[in-house]
């Protein structure tokens, strides 16, 4: 049986996905939940399958590039990349949040520029947001502290995803715009669905479990 390798994002929606796990009947080995840990791969109690801990915007590329069989990842990331071998069969309805557009208060809306400059680490899905509009757009590229571009003259605004909103408001900013509305996928590599059955036995237990959640 060959060796499957599942990628999971840090953060917020690692601990989302987990109760997820467990439905299927996946266990990580403790050291995955050590945030402390420096390991990156661990086993599961599946002989079978292991895990790999990556950034958000990383599991995309280990999954399109075939080094990981399957992953999670919001549909930003999908939507950003666009690689053509990355299937996305399953809504996980979790790490739910928005990518928008946000400025100072007080910014006037964009009216008839031609041309507009933004921070963010979203290049593509902002340029293909204002090109809809006939506006240029400029990105200057960040993958953080995406709040201070505007305070300190980077860019006058930014694309950037937001949850509660309450990191804008910290910093003087408002939601102007939203161009995505933002869950987490369930992606899969491609030839590895089309060859592998086990990677089409997984793709199937996570669609039983988001059906219900879909229905309701």
């Given at each position: 049986?060959?060796?499957?390798?599942?990628?999971?994002?840090?953060?917020?929606?690692?601990?989302?996905?987990?109760?997820?796990?467990?439905?299927?009947?996946?266990?990580?080995?403790?050291?995955?939940?050590?945030?402390?840990?420096?390991?990156?791969?661990?086993?599961?109690?599946?002989?079978?399958?292991?895990?790999?801990?990556?950034?958000?915007?990383?599991?995309?590329?280990?999954?399109?590039?075939?080094?990981?069989?399957?992953?999670?990842?919001?549909?930003?990331?999908?939507?950003?990349?666009?690689?053509?071998?990355?299937?996305?069969?399953?809504?996980?309805?979790?790490?739910?949040?928005?990518?928008?557009?946000?400025?100072?208060?007080?910014?006037?809306?964009?009216?008839?520029?031609?041309?507009?400059?933004?921070?963010?680490?979203?290049?593509?899905?902002?340029?293909?947001?204002?090109?809809?509009?006939?506006?240029?757009?400029?990105?200057?590229?960040?993958?953080?502290?995406?709040?201070?571009?505007?305070?300190?003259?980077?860019?006058?605004?930014?694309?950037?995803?937001?949850?509660?909103?309450?990191?804008?408001?910290?910093?003087?900013?408002?939601?102007?715009?939203?161009i995505l509305e933002v869950t987490s996928r369930l992606v899969v590599n491609r030839a590895a669905f089309k060859t592998l059955p086990?990677?089409?036995?997984?793709?199937?237990?996570?669609?039983?479990?988001?059906?219900?959640?879909?229905?309701?």
């Amino acid at each position: 049986m060959t060796p499957l390798v599942l990628a999971l994002p840090k953060g917020r929606i690692l601990k989302e996905a987990l109760p997820l796990l467990a439905a299927v009947g996946i266990e990580p080995e403790p050291a995955l939940f050590d945030e402390d840990s420096r390991a990156l791969r661990f086993a599961t109690n599946r002989p079978d399958l292991s895990i790999i801990r990556v950034r958000s915007f990383d599991v995309g590329t280990f999954v399109a590039f075939g080094a990981a069989h399957l992953g999670i990842v919001g549909n930003d990331v999908i939507a950003e990349f666009a690689y053509s071998e990355l299937y996305s069969p399953v809504d996980l309805g979790i790490g739910r949040c928005r990518l928008s557009v946000a400025e100072p208060v007080g910014t006037p809306p964009v009216g008839q520029e031609s041309h507009v400059r933004v921070a963010t680490k979203y290049p593509h899905l902002t340029q293909a947001h204002y090109a809809a509009q006939g506006i240029q757009a400029e990105c200057v590229k960040l993958n953080g502290a995406m709040e201070l571009a505007p305070l300190l003259g980077l860019a006058p605004r930014i694309v950037d995803l937001v949850s509660t909103g309450r990191t804008l408001k910290d910093n003087g900013l408002v939601e102007r715009e939203i161009i995505l509305e933002v869950t987490s996928r369930l992606v899969v590599n491609r030839a590895a669905f089309k060859t592998l059955p086990s990677v089409v036995g997984l793709v199937d237990a996570f669609r039983a479990l988001a059906a219900p959640a879909r229905a309701a």
